[in-house]
C-alpha cells in the first residue's frame, strides 16, 4: 500500500464542508485538499445546496485500474477529482460504511468486524439533520446500508435490487424533495462470493454500476441545473481470491483489499 494516504475517514469531513455544515463529533481527518479546491474552483467555496453520493460496494482499485478502462472517463465527465485512499481495518462492508459515515476508526465507531448493530455514533445523517438539511439513502433489503444507519430523522428506501435502487433515486431526483442523496449498490459484492471478481458476472456488474452512476449523474445535472452540488462515486473496499475456495473474498490488510480510488465533482448553477 502506498504510504500516507488518507483513508475513508476523510470523506465525512470532506462532505460536511462541502455543504457547509458542521462535522459530527468523531470526524476530525483532513477533508481531501484536492476536492476543497476543485470546490473554490467551480463554486468560489460556497456552500453546495444538492450532493448525490453513489456508494457501490467492493470495487477496489486493482479492479478498476484492470478493468474499467475507458469506462472511467463516464465517472471523470462528472467526477473528475480522482483521489487515492485507503480503506479500513477489517475492509468488510459494516465497518467501511460505518467508518465512511461516522469520520471515526472501527475502534471508536465500535463496529469492527462483520455485524450490522444500528450504529449510535454520532454521523453524517445527525448533522445533516442538526443542520436542517434533508437527507435520503436508497440501498437493496438487508444490506448494511439499509441497516445500520436507522433512526435519524431521514428517509429510507428499501429496494429489491441495485436496479430498483437506481430508479428510485432517479424519481427522488426529479421530485426535489432532498437536497443529499446516498444510492447504495451491491451486486459486483454479491456475485464477487459466489464467483470472484474478475468472473463474467462480476465484471458485468461493474460496467452496471458505472453505467447507473453516469444515469444518476445526468439526472443530477438536470434537476440541479442552476444549483451549486456535488458529486461522489466511493466504494468501501476492494476483493481477492481466497487460495481455499478459489472465490472472491475480503477482510484483509492487503493491497488488494485495501486500495481505493474515489471520483469526486462540483458543479455550479
Known sequence: MEPGLPDLRSITPTLCALLGIDPPALATSPAHGAVLEEWQRQA??????????????ALGRWLLEKHAGDLLDTVRAYAPVQISLRSVV????????SSIFTGAAP???GITRYER???RTDSFFDALVRAGRSCAIT??????????????AISYFTEPDDASVEQRTLELLRSGEHQVLVAYQQEHDEWLHKTEAQSPQCLAALRSHIDSFSRLAAQAAQSWAGLNWGICFI???GSHIDP?????????DIPEDMNLWHFWGIHSG
Open 90 to 97: 477489517p475492509p468488510v462492508t459494516p465497518v467501511c460504511f
Open 107 to 109: 475502534e471508536q465507531h
Open 235 to 237: 466504494p468501501d473496499h
Open 44 to 57: 468560489g467555496a460556497r456552500p453546495l445546496q444538492r450532493m448525490l453520493i453513489f456508494a457501490p460496494d
Open 244 to 252: 481455499q475456495s478459489g472465490l472472491g473474498t475480503h477482510g484483509e
Open 117 to 119: 448493530p444500528l450504529q
Open 139 to 152: 440501498a437493496v433489503v438487508d444490506c448494511s446500508m439499509d441497516i445500520i444507519f436507522r433512526e435519524r
